[in-house]
């Protein structure tokens, strides 16, 4: 039985309208502000500025970035125990929430500790390694390590136990939901990971 054109029509109109009021309808800080209280907070700290270097800082992260982490850690497509069981708690308007709530968070500065290292770290990370074809993390997370909305996450002031840990979870496929930097990762021998991620660690 074939519809009315008007009758499509309509119900074209109607799912692009809910479309919309879904893409326009505003994350409930409050809300996320208490779930992170909940949930997050003996991990993350009050305010998304973890203190344990394991521990990854959240505050002032874009959104989109935090969304994408906890729907992969919900559905396994990250591996960590711990987080899915945090995750999988979690519907997608409290993803949503907590990630609004946690962008608005301002994030802490870091220090680079290891004086050593720092200089190849800041060239690996301004201008990458050429002759082996490892790509400048800038140009993804920009000079300042602000990252690019919705695309590359905030890196400036995370810890640099954190920064390795992942970076070598790319390397040996550990953490595999971001092909781009498994294939970067890839490159990087211990030191030159250490050195990036103390470097970034100092970022502002």
């Known amino acids: ?4 054109v008007s009758l499509l029509c309509a119900a074209a109109a109607a799912a692009l309208s809910f479309s919309a009021h879904a893409q326009s309808a505003k994350p409930d800080l409050a809300k996320g502000a208490a779930l992170f209280g909940q949930v997050c907070v003996a991990c993350h700290a009050a305010d998304g500025n973890s203190t344990t270097p394991v521990n990854p800082s959240l505050a002032q992260q874009h959104p989109e970035y935090l969304v994408k982490q906890l729907s992969e850690f919900k559905s396994g497509k ?10 999988g708690s979690l519907s997608d308007d409290d993803m949503r929430n907590i990630a609004y709530w946690l962008t608005e968070q301002k994030a802490k500065t870091g220090f ?3 004086k050593d290292l720092v200089r190849l ?5 301004r201008g990458g390694v050429a002759d082996r074809q490892i790509a400048a993390c800038a140009g993804c997370h920009s000079p300042n390590g602000a990252g ?9 002031g995370q810890h640099a136990e954190y920064t390795a840990t992942q970076l070598k979870a790319f390397r040996d496929g550990t953490r595999n939901n971001n092909a781009q930097m498994t294939g970067v990762a890839a490159k990087l021998n211990d030191r ?3 050195a990036v991620s103390d470097y970034i660690a100092g970022l502002r």
């Not at 770290?121 to 990370?125: F, N, P, Q, V």
């Not at 690019?148 to 400036?156: D, G, M, T």
């Open 1 to 4: 039985m074939k519809l009315p």
């Open 78 to 87: 990250r591996d960590n125990a711990i987080m899915k069981g945090f995750a």
């Open 112 to 114: 680079a500790q290891d």
């Open 121 to 125: 770290g800041e060239r690996i990370y």
């Open 148 to 156: 690019i909305p919705s695309q590359y996450p905030r890196l400036s």
């Open 192 to 194: 030159e990971i250490q």
